[in-house]
C-alpha cells in the first residue's frame, strides 16, 4: 500500500532552518500538504499545493517539492515552532493519506 | 467566518453504536468535500475519508472502508461519522475538516473525543 514517509524527529537551535522531509510515489503527480499541530490543538494548514502558503502563516515557512520528496522549512526557527508536523497527499485512487508525522524539537 | 463545531465528547461500551456530528457555517456547505481524521492516543493523523456533501460522492481510505459510514445532510449543513459496532480501538479523537479544490483541509472543527470503555 501506498506510504508517505517521514522521519521520526528533528531538531533544531532557535534561529537555524528546520527543514522536514516527506517522500512517497505518487509525490510528482499529487500536491502535497503540510500542518502543525501542537499539543491538545486541532491541525493547522501551514503549506498547500507543494509550497502556498495561506494567510496568516508566518513567511518563515515554506514549501518545496523534488522528484518523489517534498520539503518543509521553518527558516529562522522559534521556540512557539516546536508542534508535530505531517504531510498529506493523494494516492491514484482518489483518497488521501497523512505521513507518519515529525516532532520538531527547538533546542 | 468559516467555522466547522463538532458535537461533544462520548463515552460508550463495546458493541454500541455511535453517530458523531460536524456542522459547517460561513461558507456554502455543498461546495466543499468534508473529511474525517482519527488521531488515537498519542498517535499521528490518520485520513478516514471524505464526503462531497453537493451530491454525497464519499470516498473511504482501505482502512477505513467497512468500518465506518461518513454521511451528510446538507439542509442542515452537518456531515457525520458512524459507527454501527464499537471497539476498545476505535478510541481516539475524531476530527472533520473542509477541504476545497486542491487547498487541502483549510478548517478543522475542534474535535471529538470518543472513548469505548466496558
Known amino acids: 500500500s501506498y506510504e508517505l514517509t517521514q522521519p521520526p524527529s528533528v531538531s533544531v537551535s532557535p534561529g537555524q532552518t528546520a527543514r522536514i522531509t516527506c517522500s512517497g510515489d505518487?509525490?510528482?503527480?499529487?500536491?502535497a500538504y503540510w500542518y502543525q499541530q501542537k499539543p491538545g490543538q486541532a491541525p493547522v494548514l501551514v503549506i498547500y499545493?507543494?509550497?502556498e502558503r495561506p494567510s496568516g502563516i508566518p513567511e518563515r515557512f515554506s514549501g518545496s517539492s523534488s522528484g518523489t520528496t517534498v520539503t518543509l522549512t521553518i527558516s529562522g526557527v522559534q521556540a512557539e515552532d516546536e508542534a508535530d508536523y505531517y504531510c498529506l497527499s493523494a494516492d491514484s485512487s482518489g483518497t488521501s493519506l497523512f505521513g507518519g508525522g515529525t516532532k520538531l524539537t527547538v533546542l | 467566518e468559516v467555522q466547522l463545531v463538532q458535537s461533544g465528547a462520548e463515552v460508550k461500551k463495546p458493541g454500541e453504536s455511535l453517530k458523531i456530528s460536524c456542522k459547517g457555517s460561513?461558507?456554502?456547505?455543498?461546495?466543499?468535500?468534508i473529511g474525517w481524521v482519527r488521531q488515537m492516543p498519542g498517535k499521528g493523523l490518520e485520513w478516514m475519508g471524505i464526503?462531497?456533501?453537493?451530491?454525497?460522492?464519499?470516498r473511504y481510505s482501505p482502512s477505513f472502508q467497512g468500518q465506518v459510514t461518513i454521511s451528510a445532510d446538507k439542509s442542515i449543513s452537518t456531515a457525520y461519522l458512524q459507527w454501527s459496532s464499537l471497539k476498545a480501538s476505535d478510541t481516539a479523537m475524531y476530527y472533520c475538516?473542509?477541504?476545497?479544490?486542491?487547498?487541502?483541509?483549510?478548517?478543522w472543527g475542534q474535535g471529538t473525543l470518543v472513548t469505548v470503555s466496558s
Open positions: 464526503i462531497y456533501p453537493g451530491d454525497s460522492d464519499t
Open positions: 499545493k507543494d509550497s
Open positions: 460561513g461558507y456554502s456547505f455543498t461546495s466543499y468535500w
Open positions: 475538516a473542509r477541504s476545497g479544490q486542491d487547498s487541502g483541509f483549510d478548517y
Open positions: 505518487a509525490l510528482p503527480k499529487q500536491y
